[in-house]
């Protein structure tokens, strides 16, 4: 850890959201321009939001499965808008064994064509569907500004595929992933997510109908967090996915897909941290308690450590770390630990072994008041109930915040200025003409109009005419 | 799946294999030259070998990180004999986000490089070491022949690379990983390895030692199925990962790297199978029980299916499978389920309901013999026992069929006679040219020096001049 302060988050948001990453060691930069390397610290954080994705992915019947990174450039040109929005992105292989290809391979952006031509040759019949796969993979989008988990050239993610017998199978697990994905934004991260539908102009390359859980960062931009695609039968027809219906008859299937990325990481870091650093979500946490014993002689730190190591066996049920590191003091431990986000800290002296008790530090309550004072007796379970607590508490204020940065001007006056500082929820007429002078003018970009929103009367903010459904629109990563 | 036979092992193991793994789904060919899709039974399977030596990885130590896949060139070119060994096998990328790059990026076929690099950056002082590093990552090497799971230009693996103090902590890190894999193969996939080192032929490109476990597929080839390579300072000088040690001297640090790949999929495949199809190690297998209803009318079915869904309740803390596909007869089920080689199939019908017991099937034992009858009380516990035992019975079968095919030749001439049908454990010199004479007349190479080996004498099979360790000759993959 470098010695220099943090940036404060108040003043300088990006550099304080780039150091950060850096100085907590989630992520570093690579020797390739736009790529990262993310770092065991990071790399855990994204293996619990693996494995939390991954239990409510089975729950719900899906499968994985690995499909080839190589895709033929002819795939992509099947399906029309698709291989516009993707062709400007490419990492293209040409040369493969020392000669030069003859058909270049892309290196996936997103793998709807590979998958869909697989499925083309696994489906016959009704019988066969639907097919529920999801899988963990490394993609390449060749982006020209990057920011670390943001927006790199090559991000980790899932991508989950699925075709069905009906449209409105379809339609329900494109719903069905986007309220897992709030679930899990929600009550796993402490993300207050709102799950909505994307406009015309915002939806993915060849998609009817795209959703999104949205996020606000705590400097009131969005954060588009988690898609989820009803893809019609767009790809079905570019890859011929037929199968014989219940009457025998040769039907289109239709098909979905959707993905959360390495990017949910930057979510976690931009809801949470403060000027200290990181607080992470007690529930994806990859150290949950950080144990700091503390002794000024050989005879306290035999007595301390013995009670460390039984304390550290009592708490296996939480992701644990002793810091153990005999040249740095209790102070820059406890420093340490902060700037990394780790919620729960135990210091732990030769008092606390005479008196059977244990100092509990709570990362998102600075200094005294959030110290807690706790007997041995019973420890896991009190931490057990401190952590929910924790995740309760990080979820109220990150909602919260939220709350208070949405407006609802009653003009374009107002609304230039809203934007500016946070998100407006407003009409809109649908019309992507207003969308794009207002991007223009303001650089707030539609976020979604929330699903479950009851259609009303209203006049659109930017031409006043009539419109029937308001829009958050906001300045967005 | 399809109703023409599978081709005989015996009669054909090549095509045995290739269509096995396309019926059981493991594998489908992807519209990439020499790339495979994993299917779900097939990635499931991988999921469990990842779960099994992750944690094992975990216990000892290590974290997971995640490098880029694109390697600037000129990284290659730093360690001479790297890129010797990788250059004739790589994908190029050569044009990104439109634009012609101005160096191009080597697709990884392995990482010591890029990995290399930033050690260099994050190691300063002997308090950085050691770094204890995995990551479970695609790769692409440009092969020309290749083979489902055993060759392919894209495939999955863990690549471990660490950075340590001391050459003698290098040389005890590389072991630990050898026997951690050998306990992985012997103790979850019931494959019986042999850990040893390779000739100097046979390493890896850039290591001063390579070892290897190697195993002896049921056609009597061998597979090599895991390897852990001691880099000595190599790599460390290549990349300048440099320390200042406890004497504030600056040193180059010993570095290892280790793999196991989607190739353990074929030794599973090639080390259990049999002309009924797989059968899978029930540590690792995706099902390890499935339940076969068994009824005759609509009355039957819901007395047999209620005990059924209770059953499968019983058994969670097992990977069960119920099979209630209407549309199939028990016997094509049973035929199904042992193409995809689950270790156990219980079979349950209205009778067995009455009497409380069940049929277990074991999938090693063919016909009547290999079925048991067995009381529905304490299922769950007999069942553990059963698995356990299948296990072992699996370890020994192979263990027995390899030990009877290695032999031991008094000379040239029956070494090319046993290397046809086994392998030869003979004396050899050492010397490279003896290696590639043996190699062009037989095609059998060396597999290895076995571990733990006295040093004694004898005469090279080959030259005849004085040797003092024997080696495994055999075919290999």
Redesign the interface.
Request: charged letters at 15%; a negative charge.
């Given at each position: 850890m470098s010695e220099e302060k943090l940036p404060k988050q108040s003043e300088n948001f990006s550099e304080w959201y780039n150091q950060l990453i850096q100085r907590a060691e989630l992520a570093?930069y690579?020797?390739?321009r736009g790529?990262?390397?993310?770092?065991?610290y990071?790399?855990?954080l994204?293996?619990n939001i693996q494995k939390a994705l991954d239990k409510r992915f089975k729950e719900t019947g899906h499968?994985?499965?690995?499909?080839?990174?190589?895709?033929?450039m002819s795939?992509l040109e099947k399906e029309k808008e698709h291989v516009e929005g993707f062709?400007?992105?490419?990492?293209?292989?040409?040369?493969?064994?020392?000669q030069t290809l003859e058909e270049?391979?892309v290196?996936r952006p997103t793998s709807e064509t590979?998958i869909g031509?697989?499925y083309a040759?696994?489906v016959k019949s009704y019988?066969d569907l639907p097919i529920l796969?999801n899988q963990w993979?490394?993609v390449?989008r060749?982006?020209?500004r990057t920011r670390m988990f943001l927006r790199t050239?090559?991000f980790?993610w899932q991508e989950g595929h699925t075709a069905h017998e009906t449209a409105e199978e379809a339609e329900e697990e494109t719903l069905k992933i986007l309220n897992l994905y709030a679930d899990f934004a929600i009550n796993e991260a402490a993300v207050p997510v709102i799950p909505g539908i994307k406009s015309e102009a915002e939806k993915f390359a060849g998609a009817n109908k795209s959703y999104t859980i949205e996020a606000m960062m705590l400097d009131t931009k969005a954060l588009q967090s988690g898609t989820s695609h009803n893809l019609g039968q767009n790809f079905a027809k570019a890859f011929e996915i037929q199968y014989l219906d219940r009457n025998n008859e040769l039907q289109y299937a239709w098909t979905t897909s959707w993905g959360v990325s390495t990017r949910f990481v930057g979510a976690i870091i931009m809801s949470h941290g403060d000027d200290q650093g990181l607080i992470l979500p007690p529930r994806l946490a990859p150290i949950q308690i950080v144990i700091v014993p503390i002794f000024k002689n050989d005879d306290d730190r035999e007595k301390v450590m013995k009670v460390v190591r039984d304390l550290e066996k009592d708490l296996a049920q939480f992701r644990v770390k002793v810091d153990d590191r005999d040249?740095l003091t209790p102070g820059f431990k406890f420093n340490d630990w902060e700037m990394r986000g780790v919620p729960l800290r135990l210091e732990l002296g030769p008092r606390d072994v005479d008196n059977q008790t244990v100092v509990v530090a709570q990362r998102d309550i600075p200094g005294k008041s959030g110290k807690l004072f706790l007997p041995m007796e019973n420890l896991a379970s009190q931490l057990e109930t401190i952590l929910n607590d924790f995740h309760d508490r990080l979820l109220k204020k990150a909602t919260d915040f939220r709350d208070s940065h949405i407006f609802e001007p009653n003009n374009y006056v107002e609304f230039q200025e809203v934007v500016q500082n946070g998100w407006a929820y407003v009409y809109w007429c649908g019309d992507a003409v207003c969308e794009t002078a207002i991007k223009n003018e303001t650089k707030a970009t539609t976020r979604c109009r929330p699903l479950g929103q009851e259609k009303s009367h209203g006049k659109c903010i930017y031409c006043g005419k009539d419109a029937e459904y308001k829009t958050y629109f906001a300045k967005a990563y």
């Open positions: 570093d690579a020797p390739v790529c990262m390397v993310v770092r065991p990071g790399w855990a994204w293996e499968v994985n499965a690995a499909f080839p990174m190589f895709i033929p795939f062709s400007p992105e490419l990492a293209i292989v040409t040369i493969g064994g020392g270049p391979l290196v590979i031509h697989m040759k696994w019988r796969i993979a490394n390449v060749w982006e020209m050239l090559e980790y040249n």
